[in-house]
């Protein structure tokens, strides 16, 4: 009963993270009661990611256009710290920390076992091969990977890998969240947070 | 430091309902991290809206080279029985069920106060005109509108004007939803459903 361009938009928004089929729906009606500039310039705007790639050294998104991102092309940012993150919003939570003023590695989603993939291992070979260009080390690789069990591993093995190319090897620390409990803070954390006092 | 077209991208999507700025920003790097086919699939199921227009007869929606929408046109329907309803998810809830085989006007959303704006008087003429075309007068018209104090002003107003238009004018029954406590079920509710009880 609903339009063919209806069914096709429910359908392929539908399998997008926190949307599923009902918001889609609601989406379709509220987007085609728009008026039509304002879809044009959504569509527009979605259409506009297919104009971005990844910058070759730290694998953030950059416009294709550009050689490097705008982190990497930045001569204000240290080129001697590294920060490797799984993903892209963990550059972003970074970022807005405004404490980080080194560069990154995104090293991709990491698989919920098993050892790195193909798309992994490209991307410490290319922050190898650039910190072989750079003068063959750096003053600080941080490690931030979520500090789950794979995590964990993933971060170990960058670990071994990197040990002789960087002066530090960290981690972020562990503790109680800001706001968090300790009543509630599960044993692992709250000997972290014991150890890590200050 | 992101992108620009990133940036445009959350810029535009985080005003769409139920995202916000967060939701964008995470729909964005899922969407960069699809396969090239699968980004273009989306900008295509989003550009495809476009290729819609409103049925003249009912105000749903319809592809632009179709001359009715497919309920209009389905000669199955029940052409003397019409829904108004405010909305095109209310005509979407309504078929849901199942229990419904006549045609409908989408009467548009109404405003929060005032009374019918250019829009809904459009639509309300043009279904004159239709019943008028069809041999003046309907079996029965059903003002679907929620029962909210503007859905029953504007039900009452539109009773008004269909008067002699229709045998019968009718509205949703009200009540006790199914699922619902009699306990928490204000005061009108209980009352209608006390009416109306079988």
């Given at each position: 009963m609903l339009p063919a361009s209806i069914k096709k938009f429910i359908e392929g928004f539908s399998k997008l993270p926190s949307l599923g089929p009902r918001l889609a729906t609601r989406l379709a009606f509220y987007l085609l009661n728009l008026d039509r500039a304002e879809l044009a310039s959504l569509i527009d705007a979605l259409g506009g990611l297919k104009r971005l790639n990844r910058c070759p050294r730290c694998f953030f998104f950059?416009?294709?256009?550009?050689?490097?991102?705008?982190?990497?092309?930045?001569?204000?940012?240290?080129?001697?710290?590294?920060?490797v993150v799984e993903r892209e919003t963990d550059l972003l939570a970074i970022e807005k920390t405004g404490k980080f003023g080194g560069q990154y590695l995104i090293l991709g989603e990491l698989p919920e076992k098993g050892i790195f993939e193909s798309t992994h291992k490209l991307r410490l070979a290319a922050l190898k091969r650039h910190i072989g260009e750079g003068g063959g080390h750096l003053k600080e690789l941080i490690i931030a990977l979520s500090p789950t069990s794979f995590g964990d591993f993933a971060a170990d093995v960058i670990g071994q890998e990197f040990k002789g190319l960087a002066e530090k090897i960290t981690r972020?620390?562990?503790g109680i969240p800001t706001g968090g409990e300790i009543e509630f803070a599960d044993e692992e954390t709250l000997s972290s947070a014991l150890e890590r006092r200050s």
């Open positions: 950059k416009e294709a256009n550009a050689a490097l991102c705008t982190i990497c092309a930045n001569p204000a940012r240290a080129t001697g710290t590294i920060a972020l620390g562990r």
